[in-house]
């Protein structure tokens, strides 16, 4: 199966140090994932390498020819996907506005039907656990439900090197075992959605939200 793997922070400057906290989380993530599960195929979407703009305009909201090619390219994998990971800092107790915003770019129709995973990180002794309670209402609006493990990764410069490795050697092997608790559940409901979508299309079950608000509104 496929999985993306959301590196929600754009933030590259300090301070607070090190730049880049969470590049660190989310390389770690990947070697977790790549080990446990090589079978599967993981893939980065940094939302630093999104430039999307002030004013805000969905994927949707393009007419199909004129569609930036950076927003069909990410659409295209966001459909290709089985399943999501979804790596957030803590900002006052919220998700990151650039991943939302990054994640609000597209509609539910993309996303829906599939896992997701969340994974939360900070510099202080909280992991953003608080970010993440927030972030599970945040995806099941979008279509792709959180398993009910969660990652948090309190003071992750003192566990990460920039290379995503673990700065204490001894302590690789428990926190690769903490993260495929979470990781075991996406790719096992990420298995059980893709059979049934074989199976059955949910989209031609119940019609996709696509052109106006009203598609949702009570009789």
Not at 122 to 148: D, K, N, Y
Request: charged fraction near 20%; charge should be neutral; proline fraction near 7%.
């Amino acid at each position: 199966m496929k999985f993306l793997i959301f590196l929600g922070s754009v933030r590259d400057s300090t301070p607070p140090r090190p730049a880049r906290l969470g590049e660190r989380v989310a390389k770690s993530c990947i070697a977790c994932f790549n080990t446990h599960f090589p079978e599967h195929e993981i893939v980065l979407v940094d939302a630093l390498d999104y430039s999307l703009g002030a004013v805000f305009k969905p994927h949707f909201s393009y007419s199909q020819s004129k569609v930036p090619m950076p927003l069909e390219e990410l659409a295209q994998k966001i459909e290709w996907a089985d399943g999501y990971v979804m790596v957030s800092p803590e900002y006052n107790h919220s998700m990151s506005p650039a991943l939302a915003n990054l994640l609000n770019h597209f509609g539910s129709s993309l996303f829906s039907y599939k896992p997701s995973a969340i994974v939360t990180y900070s510099a202080g002794q909280w992991g953003g656990m608080r970010a993440a309670i927030g972030m599970r209402t945040f995806l099941s609006e979008l279509g792709c439900l959180p398993v009910s493990s969660m990652i948090h990764v309190p003071k992750a410069q003192e566990v990460f090197d920039e290379d995503g490795e673990t700065k204490d050697v001894a302590d690789r092997s428990e926190w690769f075992g903490y993260f495929a608790r979470t990781f075991q559940q996406l790719v096992w409901w990420a298995q059980a959605t893709t059979d049934h979508r074989a199976k059955v299309d949910p989209h031609k079950m119940i019609k996709s939200f696509l052109t106006d608000p009203s598609q949702r509104n009570a009789p």
